[in-house]
């Protein structure tokens, strides 16, 4: 008998790209019905994005295993997350890394998420509140950077803060009617590249 995150591993990510097999491990493994509203528990592993408190979405799993996948987690990196919202991508990367920073601007999602990974056990990941799109100085630079709202441009301070050989993805807005393009940036030799990755619809990343 397979577990429902197990079926969601096969049946939703498997076949659309995602080969990383320590993605699809911590996947089936991490309670994703713990970071969903009690009244959408039993929608938990549906292949979609899921509404949280303060307007706020879950991303579909689909799309956390393809950004996870993208950064390339290792077990030595350190990541920021920009968007806890419900803690469910920081598990993820907390799972792969040996320490994630997750910043969120809505405090009441930010202490929801906290309480969640408390309670799951997530030691190495921590919830700040602020500003995303400034990053986390503090604890920088970042071998991982995964921005889970959509910029209107790349934030400066994020592109400053990723380590040599680092790896960031984030959805860039490039007009208000149409998907955002999810893009790979790699810091190497200081020089900054990016490539496109694929298109999607993520809540915009609100700065200030
Ligand atoms: N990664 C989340 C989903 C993120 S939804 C999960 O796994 O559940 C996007 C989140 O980004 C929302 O919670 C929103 O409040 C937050 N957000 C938007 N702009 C932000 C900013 N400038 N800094 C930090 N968080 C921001």
């Keep these: 008998m397979s577990t429902p995150a197990e079926k969601m591993v096969v049946e939703q990510l498997v076949p659309h790209g995602v080969t990383d097999e320590r993605v699809l491990k911590v996947m089936s493994e991490i309670p994703r019905e713990e970071f ?23 991303s579909q799993p689909l799309v956390v295993a393809l950004m996870t996948q993208a950064v390339a987690p290792k077990p030595d990196d350190i990541a920021l997350e920009v968007g806890a919202g419900s803690g469910y991508q920081a598990a993820v990367l907390g799972r792969l890394c040996r320490k994630v920073i997750t910043v969120e601007r809505e405090p009441a999602l930010a202490e929801h998420a906290a309480a969640t990974l408390q309670r799951l056990g997530f030691t190495n990941v921590e919830v700040a509140v602020g500003d ?3 990053g986390w100085p503090a604890e920088g630079p970042y071998d991982v950077i995964l921005v889970a709202a959509a910029a209107r441009g790349v934030p400066p301070a ?38 496109s990755l694929f298109p999607v619809l993520f809540v915009p990343l609100r700065t200030g």
């Design 36 to 58: 969903v509203l009690p009244k959408l528990r039993r929608h938990a592993y549906e292949d979609r994005a899921l509404a949280i408190d303060c307007g706020q979405t879950i």
């Design 132 to 134: 995303g799109s400034l």
């Design 158 to 195: 994020l592109v400053d803060q990723l380590a040599e050989g680092g790896r960031m993805v984030i959805p860039v807005a490039v007009s208000s009617d149409e998907p955002q393009d999810l893009r790979l940036y790699q810091k190497h030799g200081g020089e900054v590249t990016f490539r």
